[in-house]
């Protein structure tokens, strides 16, 4: 069996320890602070309730039975910093969630080096820093990477592994066949701030306020037309590849035209974009955008995706209905 330690006892630990609890794996959720045998009790009891909580959530919805619950539950154990010594040396993975501070990474990490096995390989939560920078904190950096899970981590399907300069091939390798081998599915990306979805989701949600701040629509109405139009769409297609859907020129003359009317810093296109309609690649019609379709049965794929996009509206109770049709 693999042995999984989760240091720091935060939300994103508690999800990361309940996502490995529920994969069957005995996990050591390890209290990254030094405290008194009492504060320590206090905060194991805390974290214990959130976590019996959490878990109670998922057989109340039907996920989970009430065997599989008290499998769950015992398969996570609350560990002291100073009682971890062993346990560290024994562990497989690390992942480390403590907080999103440069010096409190810098102190884990020196801990770390001198407390856990250097076969260990080693996974910081964190989406704000670099894993160029947090690779110079460890000994054998070669190991190090970061895998920025989303809350709540034991239900988000995505882990973003996004490796430094000296971490080895081996390493992400193993971290994926790791996540996969729990449900999780993990992308690759390089160092560069936010990531793939925390820097897509900042744009996305201060868009959202400036249209609150000029008036456009209520704070309801913004929010009712991401959950009926905006995500489903884009939990089915990706963004590139619904852009390969609809066409990459309409995004050139959409964006040229928020451009010219809102702000040309925000809205003008990416030079790809510009460079794809001068080139004619402006996705499926083309037979070539973001994706290559060459060779593709273009009709099996379209009607796939539709499909998927069918049982996601009816899943969600958005599927318009009329008389006649049938229940």
């Known amino acids: 069996m693999v042995n999984i330690a989760v240091v720091g006892t935060g939300r994103m630990g508690r999800g990361i320890a309940l996502s490995f609890a529920w994969a069957g ?10 405290r008194s045998t009492n504060a320590f009790q206090e905060l194991a ?32 154990n609350i560990i002291a910093r100073a009682k971890s010594c062993d346990v560290l040396q024994g562990a497989d993975f690390i992942f480390e969630a403590v907080a999103e501070v440069l010096e409190i990474k810098e102190s884990t990490y020196a801990w770390l080096s001198e407390s856990a096995s250097r076969r260990a390989i080693v996974a910081s939560t964190t989406s704000t820093l670099l894993a160029d920078t947090l690779a110079g ?14 809350n709540p981590a034991y239900l988000v399907p995505l882990v973003e592994i996004s490796p430094s300069g000296q971490t080895s091939a081996d390493t992400v390798a193993a971290l994926k066949k790791l996540l996969e081998g729990i449900g999780k599915v993990p992308v690759v990306c390089k160092a560069s701030p936010g990531y793939i979805v925390s820097r897509i989701q900042a744009l996305a949600l201060n868009e959202a306020v400036r249209l609150v701040d000029e008036g456009v629509a209520s704070a ?3 929010d009712r037309a991401i959950r009926v139009g905006f995500g489903p ?13 609809g066409g990459g020129d309409i995004l ?21 974009v ?5 080139e004619g690649r402006n996705g499926l019609r083309d037979g070539v955008g973001f994706y290559d379709y060459e060779g593709r049965d273009i009709a099996a794929y379209q009607r796939q995706r539709m499909t998927e996009f069918v049982r996601l509206l009816e899943a969600q109770s958005l599927l318009p209905t009329a008389a006649g049709d049938p229940k």
């Open 220 to 222: 309801e109405d913004i």
């Open 45 to 76: 009891a805390s974290v214990q309730t959130d976590l019996d909580t959490e878990i109670q959530l998922l057989a109340d919805t039907g996920v989970l039975s009430a065997d599989r619950v008290r499998e769950i539950a015992t398969n996570t």
């Open 274 to 278: 510009e460079r794809n309609m001068r």
């Open 137 to 150: 904190f460890i000994a054998g950096s070669e190991r190090f990477t970061n895998a920025h899970w989303l």
């Open 252 to 272: 050139y003359y959409a964006s040229n035209y928020l451009a010219k009317n809102i702000d040309e810093g925000r809205f003008s296109p990416p030079a790809t």
């Open 25 to 34: 794996y005995p996990v050591a959720l390890i209290d990254s602070e030094d």
């Open 233 to 245: 769409r884009y939990s089915v297609f990706g963004l590139l590849e619904f852009i390969d859907w």
